[in-house]
């Protein structure tokens, strides 16, 4: 037997007020429901117009082309976009920057994942190409390394708005068949910008990703042994971009400004590399490990400590650098 069909009793729910009163929060707001609508019958002349603007609602293609391979995922998440992107920032443009040390551990695929989180705020299409062979730059956004070919979506966290980012993993040492490969150039044609995590440098290198980017980020950390292979970097990157010439730059991470041989080294650097070098130096902070061990940049952990605002403006140099660089490009494609 239904109980709430004795006689007396009112059915859970149909007395939210009551309810409310009772528990003495009756300024609180609540919402009720009413009884289902029943569909409007549509006759003549109105099924037409429906169909007419269910058919104007739906995608289209141009000329019956599949859709690029992007433009779904973009316009899948529109509603997690926080402004419109920055000028000169859009397909096409050509805007890509590669990550690259002559020996690992000195925070390479960190400063790549996190510089891609910085930027996504402010550009709509940021492509990261993870071409490490053990690659973990996925771990940075919670998401499972994949093999060759594997395309991913890190999407904003609560803390810190921005635009999703597409994962594309290629490692070098697995051989790319020709669609693949096209495939992967035409995501970097499609994005605002990429970011390419490359292996660690050394003789076997190749220099297309090189050619591709035209920039090429190189992280020391604060030792005799980081200063001595810039002169093997700028040989080698020599080598391997031979159609484009490359700009290598240079970011000083893990600094400590307390301990003098950090700040010697840095004023050495400051005076060889000049304004290839970074104006700021990454500091050393537990938070970046911390971070990363919970499947996230430093950014979305604790997005108000003193490291996020180095990386923050390491990006925004960055940004500055590849502004020219694309306008530089525009200017000589309009003359040209």
Same mark, same amino acid.
């Given at each position: 037997?239904?109980?709430?069909?004795?006689?007396?009793?009112?059915?859970?729910?149909?007395?939210?007020?009551? %309810?409310?009163?009772?528990?003495?929060?009756?300024?609180?707001? /609540?919402?009720?429901?009413?009884?289902?609508? *029943?569909?409007?019958?549509?006759?003549?002349?109105?099924?037409? *117009?429906?169909?007419?603007?269910?058919?104007?609602?739906?995608?289209?293609?141009?000329?019956?082309?599949?859709?690029?391979?992007?433009?779904?995922?973009?316009?899948?998440?529109?509603?997690?976009?926080? &402004?419109?992107?920055?000028r000169g920032f859009t397909g096409g443009?050509?805007?890509?920057?590669?990550?690259?040390?002559?020996?690992?551990?000195?925070?390479?695929?960190?400063?790549?994942?996190?510089?891609?989180?910085?930027?996504?705020?402010?550009?709509?299409?940021?492509?990261?190409?993870?071409?490490?062979?053990?690659?973990?730059?996925?771990? /940075?956004?919670?998401?499972?390394? @994949?093999?060759?070919?594997?395309?991913?979506?890190?999407?904003?966290?609560?803390?810190?708005?921005?635009?999703?980012?597409?994962?594309?993993?290629?490692?070098?040492?697995? @051989?790319?068949?020709?669609?693949?490969? &096209?495939?992967?150039?035409?995501? @970097?044609?499609?994005?605002? %910008?990429?970011?390419?995590? %490359?292996?660690?440098?050394?003789?076997?290198?190749?220099?297309?990703?090189?050619? @591709?980017?035209?920039?090429?980020?190189?992280? %020391?950390?604060? =030792?005799?042994?980081?200063?001595?292979?810039?002169?093997?970097?700028?040989?080698?990157?020599?080598?391997?971009?031979?159609?484009?010439p490359v700009r290598n730059l240079f970011?000083?991470?893990?600094?400590?400004?307390?301990?003098?041989?950090?700040?010697?080294?840095?004023?050495?650097?400051?005076?060889?590399?000049?304004?290839?070098?970074?104006?700021?130096?990454?500091?050393?902070?537990?938070?970046?490990?911390?971070?990363?061990?919970?499947?996230?940049?430093?950014? =979305?952990?604790?997005?108000?400590?003193?490291?996020?605002?180095?990386?923050?403006?390491?990006?925004?140099?960055?940004?500055?650098?590849?502004?020219? &660089?694309?306008?530089?490009?525009?200017?000589?494609?309009?003359?040209?």
């Amino acid at each position: 037997m239904n109980c709430y069909r004795l006689p007396g009793l009112t059915p859970p729910g149909k007395d939210v007020r009551a %309810l409310f009163e009772k528990a003495s929060i009756e300024n609180m707001r /609540y919402l009720t429901f009413g009884e289902p609508k *029943a569909p409007e019958r549509v006759v003549g002349d109105s099924v037409a *117009a429906n169909a007419a603007a269910a058919t104007e609602a739906m995608p289209t293609t141009n000329n019956g082309n599949q859709r690029r391979p992007l433009n779904s995922i973009f316009e899948a998440n529109a509603r997690l976009r926080i &402004a419109s992107p920055q000028r000169g920032f859009t397909g096409g443009s050509g805007a890509a920057l590669a990550f690259a040390s002559y020996a690992g551990g000195v925070g390479k695929t960190t400063l790549c994942a996190t510089v891609a989180r910085v930027l996504s705020s402010r550009l709509s299409s940021v492509l990261v190409a993870d071409r490490c062979s053990e690659g973990i730059i996925a771990y /940075y956004f919670s998401l499972e390394r @994949q093999s060759a070919c594997g395309l991913q979506t890190a999407f904003p966290n609560t803390r810190r708005a921005g635009y999703p980012i597409t994962l594309f993993a290629a490692p070098r040492n697995e @051989q790319l068949d020709a669609p693949t490969a &096209a495939w992967l150039e035409r995501l @970097q044609t499609e994005s605002s %910008l990429t970011l390419t995590d %490359l292996p660690t440098f050394n003789t076997r290198s190749t220099g297309d990703e090189l050619n @591709q980017a035209g920039q090429l980020i190189v992280p %020391l950390v604060p =030792d005799v042994q980081s200063i001595a292979s810039i002169a093997r970097i700028e040989e080698l990157s020599g080598m391997l971009g031979k159609s484009t010439p490359v700009r290598n730059l240079f970011v000083l991470n893990r600094f400590d400004e307390t301990r003098m041989l950090h700040r010697e080294i840095r004023a050495h650097l400051e005076k060889t590399l000049k304004d290839r070098l970074a104006p700021v130096a990454v500091r050393e902070s537990e938070s970046v490990a911390e971070a990363l061990s919970l499947g996230m940049t430093v950014i =979305d952990h604790v997005p108000q400590s003193s490291v996020v605002k180095d990386f923050e403006e390491l990006a925004m140099w960055l940004e500055g650098r590849l502004s020219s &660089a694309v306008e530089s490009s525009t200017e000589k494609a309009e003359i040209a």
